[in-house]
């Protein structure tokens, strides 16, 4: 639903390539396909990768419009963008995951939404291939096996980042509340009605964090 645009250009004073939207596994890409942009920004120079997503909530204490910060993934995809030989100019064969998101990015960004007055979660994200949208026992599954949010990207997107190197922010928009007991059906319409209107509020975090970070 995005324009696929690749946008170049300062941002807070600061050089950022951005996409708006990305390629998903559902899509029929390969893994290798949808991670290849993050392939190449960082042989243009960045360090640095901000992932965001529109998620579904599975902790009852979010609600619609939340802004949850991604402190660890799982990956239920079955699938791995590092699957087949490892080109070990580029990272390594088996990439350490005990903290995928950078710490001090996690802390910076808490502290610069709550300069702005936004609160964040922070949690555990889930991502499957997608594209149906999970069943009751499913959500009861995800929520069991520990996660806070659901959705069906980010999560190669960052392997790849780690393989990198770079260092790795991530933000979910809550965009629907997946409580098995009390579950509404939801269409795609929902999805991008709630994350367009939490839209500014994810804008002002990553400016404000942009503006921020020492990198
Ligand atoms: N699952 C459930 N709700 C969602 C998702 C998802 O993958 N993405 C956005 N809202």
Redesign the pocket.
């Known amino acids: 639903s995005h324009s696929g645009d690749l946008v170049y250009g300062l941002l807070e004073k600061r050089p950022v390539i951005a996409m708006e939207g990305r390629l998903h596994y559902y899509e029929g890409y390969s893994m290798q396909e949808i991670t290849f942009p993050i392939r190449v920004m960082s042989a243009l120079g960045a360090k640095s990768l901000v992932v965001s ?4 909530g599975l902790d009852p204490q979010f609600q619609c419009g939340d802004i949850m910060l991604i402190d660890d993934h799982i990956n239920l995809m079955g699938d791995n963008p590092l699957i087949g030989p490892n080109d070990d100019s580029m990272g390594p064969r088996f990439p350490d995951m005990s903290q995928p998101y950078d710490k001090a990015f996690l802390e910076l960004a808490e502290k610069v939404a709550l300069s702005a007055g936004i609160r964040l979660h922070r949690g555990t994200y889930v991502a ?1 291939t ?1 594209p149906c ?2 069943t009751r026992a499913e959500y009861r599954y995800l929520r069991a096996a520990g996660a806070e949010a ?3 990207s980010t999560v190669p997107e960052v392997i790849v980042g780690v393989h990198l190197g770079m260092r790795i922010l991530g933000l979910s928009i809550i ?2 509340i ?1 409580i098995p007991d009390a579950l509404e059906p ?1 269409t795609v319409e929902d ?1 991008i009605s709630t994350a367009k209107s939490t839209e500014p509020m994810m804008t002002e975090v990553v400016r404000r964090f942009v503006a921020a970070a020492r990198v």
Do not use: F, Y
């Open positions: 997503n529109a998620a579904g499957l997608g949208l999970e659901v959705g069906m965009t629907d997946c939801l999805v």
